[in-house]
């Protein structure tokens, strides 16, 4: 009999909650037999939303919460004081084996405060880390750590690196993923304190596949799979890569509706341009796993739509089924003999 993943989801987090997580959840139950889903939040806006759809009774259940954390509450306290928000009881529900990942589109201090206060990290991981995928010109590669540890150690830039090895190999399936460090140049001694101190290290393990020092112009065409940083650099490369696609996208739409001519050219480029559009579109795989906690926390885009809520259901369900965790801390534990 066919494994059924249960996924909690924050159902009040995000700019375009309740319409587009329940819209996403509804989606992913209909798309899949496996999956069974749970809407945290407040009990009648919830279900008012769920009203509005078909869908195989009993794949979606709701779970009342009645505060909701907002994105610009101090994420310490809004975990401690708001104890039946909708992140905190689907985090306590993991926390208890009653799930087995949650997905929020909520405040990202939240989800990761409350990530390793509530469900807590794998025995040998010292920190947790932030990993989105990001768009390059040869697929995706995946960057960690961009949100979860400004102020990382050498020894934490290491396990970011492994971690995030396990993940490409068993979720992306890159046999023997390369591993790169964000530095200024390409030669070894440059970079900053903890660059210089973490390259050596990543030389010496044995289990990565290390090529050395990644510039951040090199990033777009995918010369590594595994980019490693913490999460001060992580961020700012993030941003900016989400803000010049954004920027890029709206100068070609600009250029192509010009004049006359310009716009006949758009109409014989258009299905080509989409389908390049679409390969650069990270929303097919889901939100950024915080990798190493116990349980799989999962941190979507806080204006994500239905596509990126459903895809991030589906990634949680290989994350259970491929055993990521267990991988993780198999490869953590043989890494520190």
């Known amino acids: 009999m066919e494994e059924t993943v249960r996924i909690v989801v924050d159902a009040m987090g995000g700019d375009n909650a309740p319409t587009e997580?329940?819209?996403g959840a509804v989606a992913a139950v209909n798309g899949r037999s496996d999956i069974h889903v749970i809407l945290t939040g407040?009990?009648?806006?919830?279900?008012?939303?769920?009203?509005?759809?078909?869908y195989p009774r009993g794949s979606i259940e709701v779970v009342h919460a009645s505060q909701v954390i907002e994105t610009a509450e101090p994420p310490v306290a809004a975990i401690r004081t708001k104890k039946d928000s909708s992140i905190v009881v689907g985090l306590m529900m993991v926390r208890r084996g009653e799930a087995d990942a949650f997905v929020s589109a909520g405040s990202t201090g939240a989800v990761l405060v409350g990530g390793q206060a509530i469900v807590?990290?794998?025995?040998?991981?010292?920190r947790p880390a932030l990993a989105p995928l990001i768009p390059t010109k040869n697929g995706f590669s995946l960057l960690i750590d961009c949100g979860a540890n400004v102020d990382a150690r050498s020894s934490h830039l290491?396990?970011?690196?492994?971690?995030?090895?396990v993940y490409m190999e068993n979720v992306l399936?890159?046999?023997?993923?390369?591993?790169?460090?964000?530095?200024?140049?390409?030669?070894?001694?440059k970079g900053n304190a903890l660059v210089k101190e973490t390259f050596p290290l990543l030389k010496e393990c044995e289990d990565l596949n290390f090529i050395g020092s990644v510039e951040a112009r090199d990033i777009p065409d995918g010369v590594c799979d595994v980019i490693v940083c913490e999460a001060f650099v992580g961020n700012v490369i993030l941003k900016?890569?989400?803000?010049?696609?954004?920027?890029?996208?709206?100068?070609?739409k600009a250029g192509m509706m010009s004049d006359l001519r310009s716009k006949i050219g758009a109409l014989l480029v258009k299905p080509a341009l989409k389908k390049t559009?679409?390969?650069?579109?990270?929303?097919?795989?889901?939100?950024?796993?915080?990798?190493?906690l116990k349980g799989l926390v999962v941190k979507s885009h806080g204006s994500s739509k239905a596509i990126e809520?459903?895809?991030s259901i589906y990634q949680c369900v290989q994350f259970k089924k491929q055993a990521i965790n267990d991988q993780i801390a198999e490869h953590i534990l043989l890494s520190d003999k």
């Open 42 to 54: 407040q009990k009648d806006t919830v279900e008012r939303e769920l009203a509005k759809y078909q």
């Open 21 to 23: 997580i329940v819209k």
């Open 309 to 311: 809520v459903e895809h």
């Open 277 to 292: 559009m679409k390969s650069f579109d990270a929303t097919e795989y889901g939100g950024a796993p915080l990798l190493g």
């Open 240 to 252: 900016l890569y989400e803000g010049v696609a954004g920027t890029l996208v709206s100068a070609i």
């Open 120 to 126: 807590g990290r794998i025995k040998g991981i010292e």
């Open 158 to 165: 290491v396990q970011f690196a492994k971690m995030g090895s």
């Open 173 to 189: 399936g890159i046999k023997d993923p390369r591993v790169g460090i964000v530095n200024i140049g390409a030669e070894e001694e």
